[in-house]
């Protein structure tokens, strides 16, 4: 017999172990400020955590704004086209020494005493200097570096001098990047914009909600009745087999969706093209081979899958999706779309304009989402000792010969492997 579970409200000598069990957690990790404030310090700021994709600056100057917890960064290709993330503040009083989202540059000026920074955040200048003859030397004072990782054109900043590097890190997780990235056709994969929007619940929700395959006909049920029947038929993974989630180890997972897509370079030539896509296959026709034609044609959704990299970033299908914590109860979203760089533009745009459908603002599909997340934090204050399941699939789940734990897509393996790492990490004192 199943004893229920119950979990007490948390005092201040409870342990943060104690608030995760193999089956549930505590509804207190959506709604304890004390506890997203040692997430801040216990995850965020230990870990790897993603910031970038190389195209979003692709030569030297190129620079961008990111957040690695709740510190502001500049995520930038200095002279030399080294990538370098940069605390974005001033050794000086503080202030942010960039503003703009991204662009090029130069270097970066303290707005407030124009302090001057190189692309490497060396000091290179400051005004009146007199004032700080024997006083300072402008080699103590650079901007503060982060640690840096690249895999898979994914960039990672760490604020830990000792993590440990970045492939060990991603371990499993790092076959299904190399395979995510294939949908670019041969192409390089591009982010070529996005969509930006907050909702008014904990980041753990939003973290969970990539592999959860088990909302996804109930919530995305307007999404389904809204394309036509093929993409409709592509999505129905409910009751496949084949349609699995892996935990990957250190907090990752992956959901498969579309089996038949998970690795898009494997195609017998079976699969039919969609219709809906008949315009783009005649255009492309007239000046590409017909296996290049099918090979960008199949790939436009995207691959078959939806890969959550612990803490912050999902490559989930087409798109990446970017959360940042800003409060217990307030997270801010980004979802990127991805296009082919150099690759055709009428297929670049037949993407955009599928990633507005489910991911925009007048979407079937974030809108929904948004709404199911905020439901949840508003519903975990009312029962505080009454926990927050992730049991579905526990009866069915199974080790592969690699380690990875495996159920159906719709089981909630991925969030057991995301609380998991979450107890570790928050548990190391």
Known sequence: MNVPLQFH??????????????????????????????????????????????????????FKRAMVGRQPVIVVRDRTEQIRVLENRCRHRGATVCEKTKGNATGFTCPY????????????????????????????????????????????????????????????????MDLFMKQGAGYPVKTQGEHQFSFKGNWKIQLENTTDGYHFPVV?????????????????FMTDEQSITRSLGNGHSVMVMVPEHVDLDADDGSEPLQERFRHIIDALSKDMPPEQVRRIVRALHGAGFNLNLFPNVAMSMSFFRVLQPVAVDQTAIRHIALGMDGGPEIANRERLRIHEHFQGPFGFGSPDDA??????????????????LVNRGLNREWQDSNGDKVSHSTDETGMREAYAMWKRMMSND
């Open 9 to 62: 409200p948390r005092t201040a000598d409870a342990s943060y172990a104690s608030l995760v069990q193999d089956s549930a957690v505590d509804p207190s990790l959506y709604t304890d400020p004390a506890i997203f404030d040692a997430e801040m310090d216990r995850i965020f700021y230990r870990t790897w955590v993603w910031v970038a994709h190389v195209s979003e600056i692709p030569k030297a100057g190129d």
């Open 113 to 176: 005493h124009s302090w001057s920074y190189a692309l490497d955040g060396k000091l290179r200048g400051l005004p009146y200097a007199d004032g700080y003859e024997d006083v300072i030397e402008k080699s103590d004072l650079p901007l503060k570096g982060l640690r840096v990782g690249v895999y898979a054109g994914m960039v990672f900043a760490s604020y830990n001098e000792q993590i440990e590097p970045l492939e060990d890190f991603l371990g499993n997780a790092r076959h299904w």
């Open 220 to 236: 995305h049920k307007t999404f389904l009745q809204s394309v036509d029947a093929e993409t409709s038929e592509m999505l129905s």
């Open 371 to 388: 709404e199911a997340w905020e439901r949840v934090q508003s519903g975990a204050h009312a029962g505080r000792a009454t926990p927050i």
